[in-house]
Structure formats: C-alpha cells, structure tokens
C-alpha cells in the first residue's frame, strides 16, 4: 500500500525527485568502487506509491545475494570510536544514558558517529555516499522550523489526530533539543544533529554480530550501540511480514566475519520491488512507522489505537456513571484496594505494550486493557468482589 506522509510536507518536485534518484543510483556504483558486492541484477527505480526503491531488472531464484556490505563500510560507532573527532566522541561518551533510553532516543551515538562522519569531508570514506542520499527526512527527529523550545510541538494536525504519537513526537524533540544545548559542542548545530538523527532512524539496522571497537574514547554504552547504516541495502523499503521477499543477516562462511547481506527469500520475478521487513516479523503499528521512518500505511494490518488513560478512558467511562451509584456502597478497604489493582495494571501495561489502553487492528482491546476497563467500571460492591477475588486468591510474593 501507498505510504502516506502525514507531517504536512508535500511531494518533491519532479526534478527533485529525478535528481535524488539518479544519486542513489550512483549509491551501487559507490558501494562497488569500495569493495561491496552487489548484483548486477538489481536497480533503484521509483516506485508506484511515491519515491524510489530496489528493484530486480531481471529474474532472481531464492537464496540470492544480492548485496555484501563488507564491516568497514558500515557506518556507525566504530568509525566514531576510532576516528580522531575529539569533540564528537566527548558528546557520545556523555549522553544521559536513562534518559536516552527512556525517551526513545538510542538512535543519537550512531548520529553523533553520522555527524563526525560529515565533518570529515572528503577524508570519509562515506562523504560521497552521505551526498548521494536524500537530504530531508519527515521522522519525529528530521529537522523541523523554529528557533527556540516553543517551536517544538509536533503539527497541530497530528496533534488533532493522533495525541499519543504527537506527544511522542514532542517528547523527542524537546530532548534532541535539551542533549544538543547541554552537550554538543558550538561546532555541532541542533539542525545537523537532527539530520543524522532522522537519517539513522529512517535508514540503519540493528545488526545482531557488529563489530564492537574499543570503548576508551567513546564509553562503554555507546561502543555497544548495535546500529548500523549499510548503504545499498538501506535503498530497499518496508513490505511488511506478508510482502517482505528479502531479509538482512551474516552468510556464515564469509571470510569477514562481520558483514552484512541483503538475500532474497523466495524467487523475484523482473520489475518486482525488494522488500524487507522492517519488524522482523513482528509488524509494525502506524505509531511506530511514523516516528522512525515518517510515514504511515492507510491498510494496515498491524495496526493499534493508543488511547490516554486519563484524557480518554476515564471520561469514556464517566458515560456510564449513572449504572454506577452503587459503588457508594463499596467498602472503604475494597475500595482502596480495587484503586491500588487499577494503578498496578495501568503500570504493568504501559511497561508491557507502551501505552496502558490499546486495541488492535481488529478493534478488540488487549487483554491487560480489558483488565484495566473491568475494573475502573464496576458498578457495585458484587462487581469489586468479582475482579478482586482472582487477587486475592493469587499466592503472594
């Protein structure tokens, strides 16, 4: 299905989009000039739906390798760790590591490697290939206008639209803001940090075997960042588990034990897209694609609604208050007691799937959800021993 962009950027002019495809068309020739394999039976093309992608100019059987993307040209933290950017490898090895993590920013020690990669020059070897790809993404990190911490809020379209994605949304915006203030260095702009951001979470991997460099000049956590931009491949888009024909590992075998290669999983007739799939076979919610990779599918079967406990849930549930007077007869301990379940459900499921009240693509909630609405609509002292019973039966400990 078509992709659809919903952070109110319009499509590219024809010749932009003609420019930024024959650029990525050099991408192949890029990799082979540096050592990559790559088929002679493969192409970028745009495609039906709007940009470009990988296609087969010619029949490819199962079990093909398409690309090889040798360790030294596979962008990340390695090149940062053993590369002589002081200043950039201060501002990994000083990332605020709890909030990274919490706030969904563990793509920033790949785009500070990305940033020290682009102040090189033409003594990269990834110069070229970073001048060839797309210079604007639309990912909740892509650069967006504005001066100051005002001018971070998501649009007010999605704000309107989907409140839980456009809170996110802020969320990373205003830390991308807060780690570039407190921590990158006057050389580095908040514009150019957030490039490399947008370009790593639209375009890189998790690799499962990187090679780890020596941690010294860039601290522990960041050497053990997994995140991997690996050109040519990263031109294949999204299929999904249902249309994925493609997939990315390490062939065992190969002399470098660290590279990476685009295989075909099942046979590819000519003129047909290479896909991947990027959730590795769990699928991914609309949420999810567009703050990576700044797009949403309109047909999309792994697809949630996240709704807010408080801003949502509850005032739904207020509709029903008038079959609930008889929770004034609940006693004072059984009360306490449900309001305490209610809290631990709300936490655990957050923890658990991201969000305390969600319904998949079929419209059904989950069961954690269903647990939390049982027990915030009660409607009297008979409804409060029923959810508590199966607790309070429970072993403790």
């Known amino acids: 299905p078509a992709a659809r962009n919903i952070f109110g950027q319009g499509p590219a002019p024809a010749s932009t989009m003609l420019l930024i495809l024959n650029l990525l068309s050099c991408v192949l020739d890029w990799g082979r000039q540096n050592g990559a394999l790559i ?12 940009g470009k992608g990988l296609f087969a100019t010619e029949g490819i059987p199962a079990s093909t390798e398409l690309i090889r993307i040798p360790d030294r040209l596979q ?45 090189q020059g033409d003594a990269s070897v990834f110069c070229d290939y970073l001048r060839m790809i ?27 639209s989907a409140p ?42 998790t690799r499962a075997r990187p ?12 050497a053990a960042d997994a995140t991997r931009i690996l050109p040519a491949i990263d031109a294949c888009n999204h299929g999904g588990p249902e249309g994925a024909n493609a997939e990315v590992k390490h062939l065992d075998g190969n002399p470098d034990p660290h590279s990476a290669s685009l295989l075909t999983t099942r046979a590819i007739a000519a003129g047909e897209e290479v896909l991947l799939d990027y959730s590795g076979g769990r699928g991914l919610a609309n949420d999810k694609l567009l703050l990576d990779y700044g797009f949403v599918l309109p047909e999309n079967r792994h697809d949630t609604a996240v709704l807010r406990l408080v801003e949502d849930l509850v005032p739904a549930l207020r509709t029903i208050d008038g079959d609930r007077i008889g929770m004034q007869d609940v006693a004072a301990g059984d009360l306490a007691e449900l309001q ?15 969000s305390p009240v969600l319904f998949g693509p079929d419209g059904r909630p989950s069961l954690p959800t269903l647990a939390l609405a049982l027990a915030l609509s009660c409607r009297g002292p008979g409804d409060v021993a029923r959810i508590l019973a199966p607790v309070r039966e429970a072993p403790s400990g």
Not at 93 to 116: E, H, K, N, Y
Not at 340 to 354: D, H, R, T
């Open 39 to 50: 088929s002679e039976s493969i192409a970028i093309r745009p495609t039906a739906y709007g």
């Open 75 to 119: 962008l990340g933290v390695a090149q940062l760790a053993e590369g002589n950017d002081a200043e950039m490898q201060d501002l990994a090895r000083s990332l605020p590591w709890r909030d990274v993590i919490d706030r969904g920013l563990t793509f920033l020690p790949a785009a500070v490697s990305v940033c020290a990669e682009l102040r």
């Open 134 to 160: 797309p210079a604007e993404y639309s990912n909740a990190v892509a650069p967006w206008d504005g001066e100051d911490g005002d001018d971070d809020a998501p649009p007010p379209s999605l704000s309107a």
């Open 164 to 205: 839980v994605a456009a809170a996110a949304v802020g969320v990373r915006r205003r830390t991308m803001r807060l780690v570039h203030d407190r921590l990158a260095p006057p050389s580095l702009s908040l514009r150019d940090l957030c490039w490399a951001s947008a370009v790593v979470t639209s375009r890189a991997f």
């Open 211 to 222: 090679r780890v460099p020596a941690p010294g000049r860039i601290g522990q956590i960041a």
């Open 340 to 354: 305490a379940l209610i809290v631990a459900v709300a936490a655990s499921s957050a923890k658990a799937q991201g």
